[in-house]
């Protein structure tokens, strides 16, 4: 799945004036393995929807399931102006996201749903107007090597479909993007990725495995990811997505060696140059015999490292992207507490990271990801429902 689609259709629906009734992507465990999780069985893998529990759940496709699916595709759109409209089309696609997470999904699909969860988030402008200083509020700013548009960048709704089927996936983002279209629901930016299968860590195309240094466990997640507290934004997330496209010949241009000092970690198995197992952290501060850093200067892992950049810790959870040999990379996604952990860490790379010399950013956006929605609390409760 390497397609990028722009949708730009408007059509419009007469007002309901209220939001749905559903479970986001809910799945039945808010408990993530503490340690790498087992691969997601094939055939279309475990089925992740189910209901909210009696205190809210999260939205999967952020920590659950633990080890991605192999498929995804993220969507961005702009809501209409006028608020009441807005409402309606959020009601319209909390409809649909609840009819293929739900347990009649396949149903809907016409193919088994398998492991499919949509994940869906509120851009600044939405949840500007509940608050300016919220979580999710504020547009990212400028950044160094932006090949910016006005369509690909910032943006009102994100909507990112996973699954291990990519049919499945297809059917999923195919009707939620009519749905929304239906609803004058304009089109941003559309990209697909993939990630090789397997457990754990995996190759990203510049062939060193990624995704080594995240939270893992409960407890960090808690702290590093989630909201908590009374209010709207408990059990919410941020969610930044950037689509950031690679001179992979370039990078492959040069020797190995110099590849993993670019980088930190060995390319065959991802042991940090400062030595120890494949999952271990870096440490910053080890040096060879004539006192420089084994873990380079400029390594990118060095540099995104959170002892460095004084930041939180992000839930990256990305995709290999490749529309052609001219545009491929990185759909970047990651998940955090508060926009500050990406753009101290991003701030940082821009200083000075050999291996973002290779990297070009292309679509980008900041979005809220509110908690799975109960019938008592509908998707944009407290956010959404507030623009009058
Ligand atoms: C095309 C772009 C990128 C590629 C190919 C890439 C690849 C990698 C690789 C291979 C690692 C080491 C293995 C691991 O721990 O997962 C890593 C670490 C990391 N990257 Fe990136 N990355 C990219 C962009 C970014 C961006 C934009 C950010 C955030 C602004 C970021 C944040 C991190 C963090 C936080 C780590 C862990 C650092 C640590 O060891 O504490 N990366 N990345």
């Not at 369509?151 to 929304?180: H, I, N, Y």
């Not at 998940?335 to 679509?363: E, I, K, S």
Request: contains cysteine; glycine residues 14%.
């Amino acid at each position: 799945m390497t397609t990028q689609r722009d949708n730009s259709s408007v059509v419009r629906r007469s007002l309901l004036g209220v939001l749905p009734v559903v479970a986001l992507g809910a799945c039945r465990s808010d408990v993530p393995p503490a340690s790498p999780p087992a691969p997601v069985a094939a055939g279309g893998g475990r089925p992740l929807h189910g209901g909210a529990g009696p205190d809210g759940v999260r939205q999967a496709g952020v920590d659950r399931p633990a080890q991605p699916q192999a498929h995804a595709v993220v969507s961005v759109y702009d809501l209409p102006p006028e608020a009441g409209s807005a409402r309606v089309a959020a009601a319209a696609l909390g409809e649909a996201v609840l009819e293929l997470t739900g347990s009649r999904a396949g149903a809907a699909l016409g193919v088994e749903a398998g492991d499919l969860t949509v994940t869906v988030g509120l851009g600044p402008r939405m949840v500007g107007a509940a608050g300016r200083g919220l979580p999710g509020g504020l547009d990212l700013p400028a950044f160094a090597r932006e090949e910016r548009t006005a369509r690909t960048w910032g943006g009102d709704l994100l909507v990112q479909v996973c699954a291990s089927d990519p049919v499945a996936l297809a059917l999923a983002d195919t009707r939620l993007a009519g749905v929304l279209a239906a609803e004058g629901v304009s089109g941003r930016w559309s990209q697909a990725g993939f990630r090789p299968p397997g457990g754990g860590p995996v190759r990203n195309l510049l062939g060193f495995p990624d995704g080594i240094e995240n939270p893992r466990t409960r407890p960090e997640l808690d702290r590093e990811v989630w909201l908590d507290g009374p209010g709207p934004l408990a059990g919410g997330t941020v969610a930044v997505v950037r689509r950031l496209r690679i001179d992979v010949t370039g990078f492959l241009a040069q020797s190995a060696s110099r590849q993993e000092e670019a980088i930190g970690r060995r390319k065959a198995d991802g042991a940090p140059l400062s030595g120890g197992a494949a999952s271990a952290r870096l440490d910053l501060l080890a040096k060879t015999a004539r006192g420089g850093y084994l873990v380079p200067a400029m390594a990118h892992a060095r540099r995104a490292n959170p002892n460095a950049t004084g930041s939180g810790r992000m839930l990256r959870r990305g995709y290999s992207y490749r529309n052609g040999p001219e545009d491929q990379g990185l759909l970047f996604l990651s998940f955090q507490r508060r926009l500050r952990t990406f753009t101290a860490t991003q701030r940082r790379l821009d200083d000075g990271d050999d291996l973002m010399r290779f990297v070009t950013a292309t679509a980008s956006g900041a979005f809220f990801v509110p908690r799975a929605s109960t019938p008592e609390r509908p998707f944009g409760s407290g956010l959404l429902g507030e623009q009058g």
